[in-house]
């Protein structure tokens, strides 16, 4: 198994992510700090000055020049990575265009935080939701150790020759970011030889081979590049498979597109990304003690997103509640609940759908909630007659 | 070997961009390049923000360069090539990489002056081996000659545009070389395509420093300054002649003047010939043509005291 000198720690969130930045060992890495995220940043960059990474930092005047020299970097040719969080990450938007656009495998961990205004620096999902298209692979995380698994396949699965795509790996401000658990970190070595060495594509420091990064192109070629996109995303799915096949084999933890809990045989379930489904699976284990088939599903890779498998994971169930801890203005549902509507779409008897928006700006999930709701679709389930489709839970009325 | 600075050697180097590009014939911006690359002993590598220049010499299939180019968005140059540079220095350190590579950003003064100077203010402070070269074309030209920073009072542009009742441009250009020898970097100079060899000279000085260095090249624009197309060499060295655009460097905070005019013309030798500073030569506006030659007179003054100053510090 491979599994010799696992070492059991209790660490935060943050700390895990900056564990496995130090075991991947960046050749760059730009920053600027943020809450939750700076700390992600403050362990890494105290790894660089004691010498325990080879790694370059740029420690920019603003997360716009972070993901800047972030594409900089990882065009010149070597591995790179970056943190940041909400408001960090809306100021990254115009740049997380360019890093994917331009096929650059850079990895960064993203510290789930609700985005301004209100100021708010305590974890929802706004901020990933609101990058969720714009050509970066996505892998979501429950937990301290699978932000660290994440961490440690996404360069895998970014630097992949089919992919060569950037990739974020989403963890929940504060309740994971901050919080100590238990979890097991793997040795610098086996970490090492996973990931493997970068391999270049076209690096600008080939100073024989010139290159030109970043041309203009108009109406005669644009589209074509955007398919040849949408084309790599759709190869994503099996690369994070094959990634995760490997990954078992080092850590014995099984990782897939979505992690399923209770589902197979289940009537009804809770859909969720993140740290609630923690919280979410204690309630659904209590439902199955009283005789109530629930289950859960958790989607790991969120973009691009699994909608085949994950409308056949979900089909055979009565009423789904789709948790999200993000609003889609104006769009009525919750981006999660649309994303799995798509994929339940196709199947014409699958479940009865409806959306729950909760903990918005790290108001806490409670037990409470998930009983709830998983009571509302015990209803549903039997008299197949949906109340409420979309509602707000856990806020004052 | 390093070339010697004549016109005889420097022509025999290659071009680093080629023609073919898609500026507008007269531009004065890939003058200012390829003098740049000329003067260049060591391999470079080239950032360049959004803007005329960029749009025009990498397009589809094509590219002007020659050498390694990217171009990533409008006000991030710097930041960008802070990237490469620091990418380059971990490679090195590693010893995955041995040439000596030098780094060159080229912004036009919108990208440099307003959207990009914290972009460029960060990369300058953190103290990355590059130079920042700015080609001032006084406005946004690729928009369509919309006001910047950089462009000069009085000037008519698209978004403040002479009428009746605004006569151009109410402000004076941001005196951004200045503000650039505040950040206390090695090396920062202005310079002009007319005066050739002063140009190759000060790329090539600032080539030789390591650490952050930055150069403001005046640049005409025959569509934005609506001049004769033939005129960018021209009108730069009436700038120059003018004292509107004096050349010189302030080398580790000391300010030498390179070029003294021998006659110090009167500006509206320099504005005359320029469409966008027509309606300044309205009788009624008379009164604006001599606040912008006082501009003029009083900046080259402090600019030779500075100099004067620094002589005395020698
Ligand atoms: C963030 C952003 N804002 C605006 C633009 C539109 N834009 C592209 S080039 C340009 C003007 C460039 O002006 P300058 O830097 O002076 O270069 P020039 O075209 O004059 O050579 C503008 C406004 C953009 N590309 N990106
Ligand atoms: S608009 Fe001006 S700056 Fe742009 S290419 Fe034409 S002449 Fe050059
Ligand atoms: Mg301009």
Known sequence: MGQNGKRVVAVTGNEAVAEAMRQINPDVCAAYPITPATDIMQRFTSFVSNGKVKTEMVLVESEHSAMSACVGASAAGGRVATATSSQGLALMWEILFIASGTRLPIVMSLVNRAL?????????????????????????????????DNMIQAFRIAEHMDIRMPAMVCLDGFIISHSIERMEYLDDETVKNFAGEFKTTNPLLDIENPVSYGPL?????????????????????????????????????????????????????????NSAAGTSKDVVDEFRNRGIKAGLLKPRLYRPFPYEEIGEALKHLKAVCVLDRADAFGASYGPLFMDIASGVYPHKNGPLLINKIYGLGGRDYLPEHAETVLAELAEIAKTGKVKTLREYIG??? | MATPLSLKELSKKELLLTAGHRMCAGCGAPIVVKMALLAAEQPIIAANATGCLEVSTCISEYTAWKIPWIHNAFENAAATL????????????????????????????????????????????RGHDMLYICYDNGAYMNTGIQRSSATPFGADTTTCPAGSCNPGKLQQRKDLTKIMAAHGIPYVAQASPSHWSDLVKKVKKALAIDGPKFMNVITPCNRGWRSKTDDAVKLSRLGVETCYWPLFEIENGATRVTVKPKEKKPLVDFLKPQGRFKHLFAPENEHLLKQAQDQV?????????EEAFAARQE
């Open chain 1, 217 to 273: 192109i108009l109406t005669d070629y644009y589209m074509e590049y955007r398919r040849a996109h949408a084309e790599v995303m759709s190869k994503v799915s099996k690369v994070v498979l094959d990634v995760a096949k490997d990954f078992e084999k080092i850590s014995g933890r099984k990782y897939g597109l979505f992690e399923t809990y209770r589902l197979e045989d289940a009537e009804i379930g809770l859909v969720v990304l």
């Open chain 2, 297 to 305: 007179d009083a900046y080259w003054e402090r600019l030779l005291k």
């Open chain 1, 116 to 148: 301004s205004a209100p100021l708010n620096i305590h974890g929802d999902h706004s901020d990933g939701m609101g990058a969720r298209d714009c050509g970066w692979i996505q892998l979501w995380s429950e937990n301290a150790q699978e932000s660290y």
């Open chain 2, 82 to 125: 802070s990237g490469v540079e620091t990418m380059y220095r971990s490679l090195k350190k590693q010893g995955k990489i041995d040439k000596k590579i030098k780094f060159i950003a080229f912004g036009g003064d919108g990208g440099t002056y307003d959207i990009g100077f914290q972009s460029l203010s960060g990369a300058m402070e």
């Open chain 1, 395 to 397: 806020v004052r009325e």
